[in-house]
């Protein structure tokens, strides 16, 4: 086999992310690499804590992206704010909050779990009773926007129940940043993370993450040091904090926080509310014609997520089929279920760039036509008419 | 202030990486983001890996990028090679020698130190003492090619050490890959890690990295859970696996890896020992001139890198000042000194696409005038004769 240069293939991608790349953001990842330590490259990530600030919604001075994908901001809060020992609340509504139990255990610490039904939001009258069952619990974790399953829970009223029991609060907002309200100082979240390849419609591989004057606290005075030497914020920190330091701890992904930085300039161009009102619109022109279709959501209509549409699929149709004709005839990625929804639900995502209206309409068109060719029992003709009422404004 | 789009300076780059990035990656990099289980991304991870075996020497299924720097990529072989109180051989000739003790330490295992001067290579008498004085020994860990101070130590011979003592060997081979001699299967490496950023010359972000069937043995035959989820090669495996199924596990970095497939083939394309030869060549020339100019090599001949040229600061020289003028009035990148070496040492870089005649010659005419300006004590007029009289062919 001989190896040539990869040309990948030009996709529209409307599934759990990566979304969509836009131009600008891909011509700023291949500007000329520089050093991690250079004056001019310190400027930059100046810019884009500065940014991020702003997409959090946060003043925290503790914001910055992990060098690495959302898993490993995930574990850059666990592994800090975790001693051995300690009790952790964990909601459980789809695959990320079990990985949260991963996380919490490999700490050495205790996970309490708190569990909903997939597809369902996570129940603050259970966290309080776990609250209210654990008080040696020191952490509240749970995830705002569950990528497995498109299910929103309420952020601000599990922050405000966190601190009412006297626990830190961390929240996986992987699909929500920049889609979805989200308001770090105003709603109390103590630790966050996020990734860059949903909302944001940056290239995968970095981590934003924030943290509370009172999450800093416990990292300084912890007792043991970080289990992880890479993602100890306490070291971190002397190369992305605010002394001007910029002391050599790794060496940073130079090319991807260009990309981060015009994405993130990008949303500060549309505003933030208005890329949260985008997402909504669009997701209620594609609800309206995947309902038309005759395909239902999975979440509750108040509780859904925008940008991630779990729905079911026709009887008897071979879903994997249908996602790979949607690969091979029109270049247009959506997404497959996941854990315990593999193989009974599709995730079309209308993250970022993806969200757009030529792509809902371009999504429900060639997604009819695959299934009536497949000779799926879906309601033909009246997808598009549907998605068309909603204002695209 | 408000914050535009940032367009990086224009710089040669010869630090301790990153080293220059060539269009051709940079142009590999920008191509349009996929989703990470696109059956196109699939293959291109199988060239990926094809080709991070040759540039390994090694025939290791396990050998893929760990999506983060290689600092966790050290991670990587640490937390999963190691469970509590486990005793581990670390040699220390330099900064990464004390990186790997703080990992070590982190796994909850103990370090056994063995001590060089820095800027000495790692003595295989005092490794061969170690050894034997501590037959619980599990690992024998060592940098190959130590950046912080352009040492290279005797990695077949040590490696052949720690099987004789039943010992797995973890390398450090973040500088040396694709620029020094390396041969993971005929020098019996169990573990290696490295950095894109430097002989490769990809973009920072990833860690290639290789475990022998003796090191995947023992992560298989755990008792514990590797401490880090989103480093346990026994998950990671299920997406870089030979079996394949690719199952998700974390989002990787498409496009890095792009980049990294572009600079994998332009290295094949050059031949692994040309490239080998390249290195070589031009850090004879360059030590010719830096020599010729007065300067001094802190490593002895024998063990110098030559990708890597730690040399000492003429007497009474503003050494900060020195790389400031460089980078400001010939956008040259020289690097510091590091840990106990900062301050005395400049450090320059001769990596990948950085290693060209003509870089050279760039640096020694514009370290020479920046000197002379400033009134220090070398010889001036002599450097690039010195450099020329070795053949660039």
């Given at each position: 086999?001989?190896?040539?240069?990869?040309?990948?293939?030009?996709?529209?991608l409307?599934?759990?992310?990566p979304?969509?790349?836009?131009?600008?953001?891909?011509?700023?990842?291949?500007?000329?690499?520089?050093?991690?330590?250079?004056?001019s490259?310190g400027?930059?990530m100046?810019?884009?804590?500065?940014m991020?600030?702003?997409?959090?919604?946060?003043?925290?001075?503790?914001?910055?992206?992990?060098?690495?994908?959302?898993?490993?901001?995930?574990?850059?809060?666990?592994?800090?704010?975790?001693?051995?020992?300690?009790?952790v609340?964990?909601?459980?509504?789809?695959?990320?909050?079990?990985?949260?139990?991963?996380?919490?255990?490999?700490?050495?610490?205790?996970?309490?779990?708190?569990?909903?039904?997939?597809g369902k939001?996570?129940?603050?009258?259970?966290?309080?009773?776990?609250?209210?069952?654990?008080?040696?619990?020191?952490?509240?974790?749970?995830?705002?926007?569950?990528?497995?399953?498109g299910?929103?829970?309420?952020?601000?009223?599990?922050?405000?129940?966190?601190?009412?029991?006297?626990?830190?609060?961390?929240?996986?907002?992987?699909?929500s940043l920049?889609?979805?309200?989200l308001?770090?100082?105003?709603?109390?979240?103590?630790?966050?993370?996020?990734?860059?390849?949903?909302?944001?419609?940056?290239v995968?591989?970095?981590?934003?993450?924030?943290?509370?004057?009172?999450?800093?606290?416990?990292?300084?005075?912890?007792?043991?040091?970080?289990?992880?030497?890479?993602?100890?914020?306490?070291l971190v920190?002397?190369?992305?904090g605010?002394?001007?330091?910029?002391?050599?701890?790794?060496?940073?992904?130079?090319?991807?926080?260009?990309?981060?930085?015009?994405s993130?300039?990008?949303?500060?161009?549309?505003?933030?509310?208005?890329?949260?009102?985008?997402?909504s619109?669009?997701?209620?022109?594609?609800?309206?014609?995947?309902?038309?279709?005759?395909?239902?959501?999975?979440?509750?209509e108040?509780?859904?997520?925008?940008?991630?549409?779990?729905?079911?699929?026709?009887?008897?149709?071979?879903?994997?089929?249908?996602?790979?004709?949607?690969?091979?005839?029109y270049?247009?990625?959506?997404?497959?279920?996941?854990?315990?929804?593999?193989?009974?639900?599709?995730?079309?995502?209308?993250?970022?760039?993806?969200?757009t209206?030529?792509?809902?309409?371009?999504c429900?068109?060639?997604?009819?036509?695959?299934?009536?060719?497949?000779?799926?029992?879906i309601?033909?003709?009246?997808a598009?008419?549907?998605?068309?009422?909603?204002?695209?404004?």
């Open positions: 086999m001989t190896i040539t240069t990869f040309n990948p293939p030009v996709r529209t409307m599934g759990p992310g979304s969509d790349v836009h131009p600008r953001i891909l011509s700023a990842l291949a500007r000329p690499t520089i050093g991690h330590l250079d004056p490259f400027r930059m100046d810019e884009v804590k500065t991020l600030q702003y997409a959090f919604q946060t003043k925290n001075e503790l914001t910055f992206p992990v060098s690495a994908p959302g898993s490993a901001g995930m574990e850059t809060c666990f592994a800090n704010l975790l001693e051995p020992g300690d009790t609340i964990v909601c459980q509504n789809g695959v990320f909050g079990m990985r949260m139990q991963e996380n919490v255990e490999r700490c050495g610490a205790k996970a309490i779990i708190v569990k909903d039904d997939w939001p996570v129940d603050p009258k259970k966290v309080e009773e776990a609250l209210k069952a654990n008080p040696e619990a020191s952490l509240l974790a749970f995830v705002h926007a569950e990528t497995s399953t299910a929103l829970s309420d952020a601000k009223t599990l922050c405000a129940l966190a601190r009412q029991y006297d626990c830190l609060s961390l929240v996986d907002a992987v699909t920049g889609g979805s309200e308001r770090v100082d105003d709603w109390g979240i103590d630790a966050i993370y996020s990734g860059t390849q949903k909302c944001l419609s940056c995968p591989g970095l981590s934003p993450v924030s943290f509370s004057e009172r999450a800093q606290q416990r990292i300084k005075q912890r007792k043991q040091k970080v289990q992880s030497w890479f993602l100890d914020l306490n920190m002397g190369y992305w605010s002394d001007g330091g910029r002391s050599y701890h790794h060496t940073a992904p130079v090319n991807s926080l260009y990309a981060l930085h015009e993130l300039l990008m949303l500060q161009e549309e505003g933030l509310e208005n890329s949260w009102k985008r997402h619109d669009l997701h209620n022109a594609l609800k309206a014609g995947l309902e038309a279709m005759g395909l239902s959501f999975i979440v509750p108040e509780s859904r997520l925008p940008q991630l549409n779990a729905v079911t699929i026709p009887q008897g149709v071979d879903e994997a089929l249908v996602r790979k004709r949607l690969l091979e005839e270049s247009l990625e959506i997404g497959a279920g996941l854990g315990s929804l593999a193989g009974k639900v599709w995730r079309i995502g209308l993250m970022g760039q993806s969200a209206p030529s792509n809902v309409m371009f429900l068109s060639a997604l009819e036509s695959v299934l009536s060719d497949m000779g799926a029992d309601n033909s003709g009246v598009l008419p549907a998605a068309q009422k909603h204002s695209f404004s």
